[in-house]
């Protein structure tokens, strides 16, 4: 047993398994919400765009801000929650994500809409690395395995549930309710979760601010020039600058913390192989699910005809294998090892991802229930195991920034997955519907070889030409789906890689 576990079982509140429970299912609902709001606003663009006439720019920051400034930020706030008591910190990003949620009510200017979706990103980064902690801090240690894999499941099925109530609400009730229900949820959890146990440091440290700026900076330029590839392409001077710009920030950062008698975050935490391997795996587990289910949305609405409801519902397959391979996830780290474990389950993720890839134009759902449900079994067994490595290897002290490291690495993997994704995919499409446009007036050349959607809606003005177009535009898209998950398999076989680079020390 380490250090940190012996100090972890002293510091476990005595919690009847009633309290413990009502506790995980509280907290996961929290975690829930703040990934489920990615898809929600996603889906919901189609409806607020056409309404607000807002342009393609600033739909993109719409959806982008959020997951920008939930990045920065939420080492900082896992780092509020050690110092100032986490449950706290969990109330306060509760308040800030509903009243960020309700204001556009009031107007839909599109730079108050990307406000408003900036300040929701503030009130995740302060839920998310205060749900982990809590239920860590909830259970001892021989009990904790079964709670994190809950966590993990909801947080990876977090935005398949988005896509569904998403499509619910637009069923029946304009876009903003996209904002209000969320708001709603919020405002009821603040109040729940005033019966949840609360934890911090025992022995209050200065709070690091500059390490909070330089990990804030260093986080958001990485994660900013990965969200702007997707337009501009990984060429583009500002996606090279800001890209490298975050990797010399992350540099001066390690640098600057460890020569800090009261760090933000240790990194000598990376040089744990066990944590060095958790982080690594998250990271890849998300670029995998993340673009994925971008291209996926678009294939099950443009290519295959599903409404935004069914298209969020006919991917129920993930949670047939997610959820019981997240129940077991600790039990057969326990008895294989993390490593064989971790290797194991990144191997099914590629298998998952190259079937979801393979799939065509005219494929069948038996195709797409299986590759959901070989999917969501990598990310069953890796997900519960990877973010136990990070959280062991930590002291009780330092919950929360061990989770805001986890929740961080979430939000790179999946900006880095819909990025490369949706760049691979857009440069493969443009590529193939080239031969199909050459004959088209040169407006709906530009619009139905800029993506499916366009030529979808081109080919509505073609008369009997039309069908063609349609054909040859789906294709298109299938050959840039398998290019662009190609590509994410890729990056997971890299961190498989670099997990068994990962050397215990000595």
Same mark, same amino acid.
């Given at each position: 047993?380490?250090?940190?576990?012996?100090?972890?079982?002293?510091?476990?509140?005595?919690?009847?398994?009633?309290?413990?429970?009502?506790? /995980?299912?509280?907290?996961?609902?929290?975690?829930?919400?703040?990934?489920?709001?990615?898809?929600?606003?996603?889906?919901?663009?189609?409806?607020?765009?056409?309404?607000?006439? !807002? @342009?393609?720019?600033?739909?993109?920051?719409?959806?982008?801000?959020?997951?920008?400034?939930?990045?920065?930020?939420?080492?900082?706030?896992?780092?509020?929650?050690?110092?100032?008591?986490?449950?706290?910190?969990?109330?306060?990003?509760?308040?800030?994500? &509903?009243?960020?949620?309700?204001?556009?009510?009031?107007?839909?200017?599109?730079?108050?809409? $990307? @406000?408003?979706?900036?300040?929701?990103?503030?009130? @995740?980064?302060?839920?998310?690395?205060?749900?982990?902690? $809590?239920?860590?801090?909830?259970?001892?240690?021989?009990?904790?395995?079964?709670?994190?894999?809950?966590?993990?499941?909801?947080?990876?099925?977090?935005?398949?549930?988005?896509?569904?109530?998403?499509?619910?609400?637009?069923?029946?009730?304009?876009?903003?309710?996209?904002?209000?229900?969320?708001?709603?949820?919020?405002?009821?959890?603040?109040?729940?979760?005033?019966?949840?146990?609360?934890?911090?440091?025992?022995?209050?440290?200065?709070?690091?601010?500059?390490?909070?700026?330089? @990990?804030?900076?260093?986080?958001?330029?990485?994660?900013?020039?990965?969200?702007?590839? &997707?337009?501009?392409?990984?060429?583009?001077?500002?996606?090279?600058?800001?890209?490298?710009?975050?990797?010399?920030?992350?540099?001066?950062?390690?640098?600057?913390?460890?020569?800090?008698? #009261?760090?933000?975050?240790?990194?000598?935490?990376?040089?744990?192989?066990?944590?060095?391997?958790?982080?690594?795996?998250?990271?890849?587990?998300?670029?995998?699910?993340?673009?994925?289910?971008?291209?996926?949305?678009?294939?099950?609405?443009? !290519?295959?005809?599903?409404?935004?409801?069914?298209?969020?519902?006919?991917?129920?397959?993930?949670? /047939?294998?997610?959820?019981?391979?997240?129940?077991?996830?600790?039990?057969?780290?326990?008895?294989?090892?993390?490593?064989?474990?971790?290797?194991?389950?990144?191997?099914?993720? $590629?298998?998952?991802?190259?079937?979801?890839?393979?799939?065509?134009?005219?494929?069948?759902?038996?195709?797409?229930?299986?590759?959901?449900?070989?999917?969501?079994?990598?990310?069953?067994?890796?997900?519960?195991? #990877?973010?136990?490595?990070?959280?062991?290897?930590?002291?009780?002290?330092?919950?929360?920034?061990?989770?805001?490291?986890?929740?961080?690495?979430?939000?790179?993997?999946?900006?880095?997955?819909?990025?490369?994704?949706?760049?691979?995919?857009?440069?493969?499409?443009?590529?193939?519907?080239?031969?199909?446009? &050459?004959?088209?007036?040169?407006?709906?050349?530009?619009?139905?070889?800029?993506?499916?959607?366009? #030529?979808?809606?081109?080919?509505?003005q073609s008369g009997p030409a039309g069908g063609q177009l349609v054909e040859a535009a789906r294709v298109a898209f299938t050959d840039g789906m398998w290019?662009?998950?190609?590509?994410?398999?890729?990056?997971?076989?890299?961190?498989?890689?670099?997990?068994?680079?990962?050397?215990?020390?000595?």
């Amino acid at each position: 047993m380490t250090a940190g576990s012996q100090l972890d079982t002293a510091a476990t509140p005595p919690l009847s398994p009633a309290r413990r429970a009502w506790t /995980v299912g509280l907290m996961c609902s929290a975690v829930g919400l703040v990934i489920a709001m990615v898809t929600i606003v996603n889906t919901a663009l189609p409806a607020l765009a056409a309404e607000t006439s !807002v @342009s393609q720019a600033q739909q993109t920051w719409i959806v982008d801000v959020y997951t920008l400034v939930l990045a920065a930020l939420v080492l900082p706030a896992g780092a509020l929650g050690d110092r100032y008591g986490r449950r706290g910190v969990l109330v306060i990003g509760l308040v800030v994500f &509903a009243l960020s949620c309700v204001a556009p009510l009031f107007t839909a200017s599109p730079v108050w809409l $990307i @406000s408003a979706r900036a300040v929701t990103g503030l009130g @995740s980064a302060m839920i998310m690395p205060a749900t982990l902690s $809590i239920i860590n801090a909830s259970f001892p240690p021989e009990r904790r395995g079964r709670a994190i894999g809950i966590w993990a499941a909801v947080a990876g099925l977090g935005g398949l549930g988005g896509l569904i109530i998403a499509g619910l609400l637009l069923q029946h009730f304009s876009w903003h309710s996209v904002f209000v229900g969320p708001a709603v949820l919020a405002v009821l959890m603040a109040a729940a979760c005033y019966t949840v146990p609360t934890s911090r440091e025992r022995v209050p440290r200065r709070f690091d601010v500059v390490g909070a700026l330089l @990990s804030a900076l260093a986080i958001g330029s990485l994660v900013f020039g990965i969200l702007r590839a &997707a337009d501009l392409g990984w060429s583009s001077a500002v996606v090279l600058g800001t890209i490298i710009a975050g990797l010399v920030l992350g540099a001066v950062f390690a640098w600057f913390e460890s020569r800090q008698a #009261a760090p933000l975050l240790d990194v000598r935490l990376f040089t744990n192989h066990a944590f060095a391997t958790g982080a690594v795996s998250v990271t890849v587990q998300f670029t995998a699910a993340f673009g994925s289910l971008f291209a996926l949305a678009q294939y099950l609405q443009l !290519v295959q005809g599903y409404p935004p409801l069914k298209s969020g519902l006919v991917l129920w397959p993930i949670a /047939v294998s997610l959820f019981p391979l997240s129940m077991a996830s600790a039990h057969l780290t326990r008895r294989f090892g993390l490593r064989t474990v971790t290797w194991t389950g990144l191997l099914i993720v $590629i298998a998952g991802v190259l079937l979801l890839g393979a799939l065509g134009a005219h494929s069948h759902y038996p195709e797409l229930a299986i590759a959901a449900c070989v999917l969501g079994g990598g990310l069953g067994l890796t997900a519960p195991a #990877a973010t136990s490595a990070i959280l062991d290897n930590v002291p009780p002290d330092k919950y929360g920034v061990a989770s805001a490291v986890n929740d961080a690495t979430r939000e790179i993997g999946a900006a880095l997955g819909i990025a490369l994704a949706g760049s691979v995919l857009s440069a493969t499409y443009t590529s193939s519907i080239a031969t199909a446009t &050459a004959a088209l007036p040169l407006a709906a050349k530009e619009i139905a070889g800029g993506s499916l959607a366009g #030529a979808l809606a081109v080919a509505q003005q073609s008369g009997p030409a039309g069908g063609q177009l349609v054909e040859a535009a789906r294709v298109a898209f299938t050959d840039g789906m398998w290019n662009g998950l190609l590509a994410l398999a890729g990056i997971v076989a890299v961190g498989i890689v670099a997990v068994a680079c990962i050397r215990r020390r000595a």
